[in-house]
């Protein structure tokens, strides 16, 4: 069964930054775009950030937000800076193979902002 490990989420006040890690295994990491989305309670699942041989990321996290992979660890971070109440979301890693639909879901890790 595939899993995708998510760490890093929590409070933080508004301006604040956290790290945001999506760990799985190799098999799974080498042949996949990796990516973060976010959802709020009554809302549509939303793209935050997604890198494999590009990157793309939200208009509203432009230039606030960094994600990054370690080949070498399977991990894709999320680096979230200067973060906005607006933030606030469950934050989900995905990882979808190359040229195919199949894609898998982390369980999901609890951003906040607020002061």
């Known amino acids: 069964q595939v899993q995708l490990v998510e760490s890093g989420g929590g409070l933080v006040q508004p301006g604040g930054s956290l790290r945001l890690s999506c760990t799985t295994s190799g098999s799974i990491f080498s042949t996949a775009a990796m990516g973060w989305y976010r959802q709020i309670p009554g809302k549509q699942r939303e793209l935050v950030a997604r890198?494999?041989?590009?990157?793309d990321y939200a208009d509203s996290v432009k230039g606030r937000f960094t994600i990054s992979r370690d080949n070498a660890k399977n991990t894709v971070y999320l680096q979230m800076n200067s973060l906005k109440p607006e933030d606030t979301a469950i934050y989900y890693c995905?990882?979808?193979?190359?040229?195919?639909?199949?894609?898998?879901w982390g369980q999901g890790t609890q951003v906040t902002v607020s002061s």
């Open positions: 995905n990882a979808r193979r190359f040229w195919s639909s199949i894609e898998y």
């Open positions: 890198t494999g041989g590009r990157t």
